[in-house]
């Protein structure tokens, strides 16, 4: 089991960049495939960005590719979604999820953070 929490929220411009941050619990972190989905309001939740337990592969939602970028200290048990060119389409709670197989590019993970609210306007 791992607790995963959010951080890094917030309002911005679009044009602009954040950064969330996921700070899990446990020593085996590295184990874990970690991933970001997003629920638009109003809309079910959505894949963002998977990476594996080493951060040797990444994978990335068409609507995000090339603007988000995954990555992960595992050193610090904490994964970082970097969230550049933001448009109001990205406003969603980001959450932070993990889980011990490999990547899914989909929402089927086990553990789950409580989320993180990114709000962008026009």
């Known amino acids: 089991q791992v607790q995963l929490v959010e951080s890094g929220g917030g309002l911005v411009q679009a044009g602009g960049s954040l950064r969330l941050s996921c700070a899990a619990s446990?020593?085996?972190?590295?184990?874990?495939?970690m991933a970001w989905i997003r629920q638009p309001p109003g809309k079910q939740r959505e894949f963002v960005a998977a990476i594996s337990s080493s951060g040797g592969n990444t994978y990335y939602a068409d609507s995000v590719k090339g603007r988000f970028t995954i990555s992960r200290d595992n050193a610090k048990n904490t994964v970082y979604l970097q969230m550049n060119i933001l448009n109001p389409e990205d406003t969603a709670v980001y959450y932070c999820?993990?889980?011990?197989?490999?990547?899914?590019?989909?929402?089927?993970?086990?553990?789950w953070g409580q989320g993180t609210q990114v709000t962008v306007s026009s």
């Open positions: 446990g020593r085996t972190f590295s184990s874990y495939t």
């Open positions: 999820a993990a889980r011990r197989q490999s990547v899914v590019v989909g929402t089927a993970y086990d553990f």
